[in-house]
């Protein structure tokens, strides 16, 4: 079968490696069990792009880094939670996804809800970690948020928030092909930080105010944490939610403490309550994300699929790889 490999920076390649088994469960065994799982959609992130650019601290990484958006067919399974042929959505342990089959435990995935199509059910995954990063902050309701970045995530969060009850909803990104889609996802309000000052422009749109709530969504080496520190009102809420580097030179911490600013961070969405949820609001129409899949490809692409995602070609949001 077939693996992903980083042979270089930039560069993924399609390699042979053995068939996974399952092992037979020990005879009294307690817990989870695992199942053989074969992935048939999947969906690029940002924080695979760390693996595909050389800049992961472990780069190049091991054989099948990275990818962990996926839903697909449970093959083979030594527990008790699905049975062979059920629809899965698995998160793979460290990213490590990059296969045609794997083994993972069934505590890490749940059922696929049959009323939406595969292409579909895949965002449940990321709206997990958007659903259990906006339990972290009090309520949204008549609350100003910003949400800086407006990629996937960012597009997700304004979803979320006009379900939630904001009042106003304003993205901010430096690429006017994102803010495209940001009204239709929910946004009261966008603004191009590559051209307008977006301090001064939240400014005039709160009437001096500031947020109540700032989201930081881009992270990774493109962070915008000083950034999302200015919009801050006091007595606001700053989320970060974009993978931060290892350490942020030159971060206006000072400023956090003056302004009384509380930080969440959000990692590590729960497999019992956030990923189900977010599978029941696609599944109930409460939300369409299927907007943001702009892109596919099958698995013999992946490298224009990488690339595609990273320079956000024809303004690239969710990048879909197909491996059936």
């Known amino acids: 079968m077939l693996a992903g490999r980083f042979s270089a920076k930039h560069r993924i390649e399609l390699v042979d490696v053995p068939e996974p088994t399952l092992e ?3 005879p009294g065994a307690t817990g989870p069990g695992d199942i053989l799982f074969q992935p048939e ?3 690029l992130c940002g924080s695979d792009l760390p693996y595909f650019n050389g800049e992961a601290p472990e780069f190049p990484g091991t054989i099948g880094h990275s990818l962990h958006e996926m839903v697909g067919t449970v093959l083979g399974t030594t ?3 699905f049975k062979e042929g059920d629809k899965v959505l698995a998160v793979p342990t460290n990213q490590r996804g990059l296969f045609q089959r794997f083994v993972v435990t069934e505590a890490q995935a749940i059922p696929v809800d049959l009323r939406l199509p595969l292409d579909k059910a895949i965002m449940a995954q990321p709206l997990g970690t958007v659903i259990y990063a906006l339990k972290k902050l009090p309520t949204v309701l008549d609350k100003d948020v910003v949400i800086v970045g407006q990629g996937p995530i960012g597009q997700m969060f304004n979803a979320c928030l006009r379900n939630m009850g904001a009042r106003e909803i304003i993205g901010i990104d430096k690429l006017e092909s994102r803010l495209k889609m940001s009204p239709r996802m929910g946004a009261t309000h966008t603004i191009c930080n590559a051209k307008d000052d ?12 500031m947020a109540d709530i700032v989201i930081e969504a881009v992270g990774h080496a493109d962070q ?6 200015a919009l801050c009102r ?12 290892e350490t942020i030179d030159g971060l206006r911490w000072r400023e956090v403490f003056v302004k009384n600013v509380q930080v969440h961070t959000s990692v590590g969405p729960d497999f019992e309550r956030d990923f189900p949820l977010a599978m029941r609001w696609l599944a109930e129409g409460r939300m369409d994300l299927s907007p943001l899949a702009t892109h596919r490809f ?11 995602f990273r320079d956000r070609v024809d303004g690239a949001q969710k ?6």
């Open 298 to 308: 099958p698995l013999k692409d992946i490298q224009t699929a990488f690339e595609t």
């Open 234 to 245: 006091r007595l606001s809420h700053l989320l970060f939610f974009g993978v931060p580097p």
């Open 198 to 209: 977006p301090v001064e422009a939240v400014k005039r749109i709160t009437n001096g105010a």
């Open 224 to 229: 915008a944490f000083n950034l999302a520190i």
């Open 319 to 324: 990048v879909l790889v197909d491996f059936l």
């Open 79 to 81: 527990g008790t939670k």
């Open 41 to 43: 959609v999947t969906c």
């Open 24 to 26: 037979k469960r020990v």
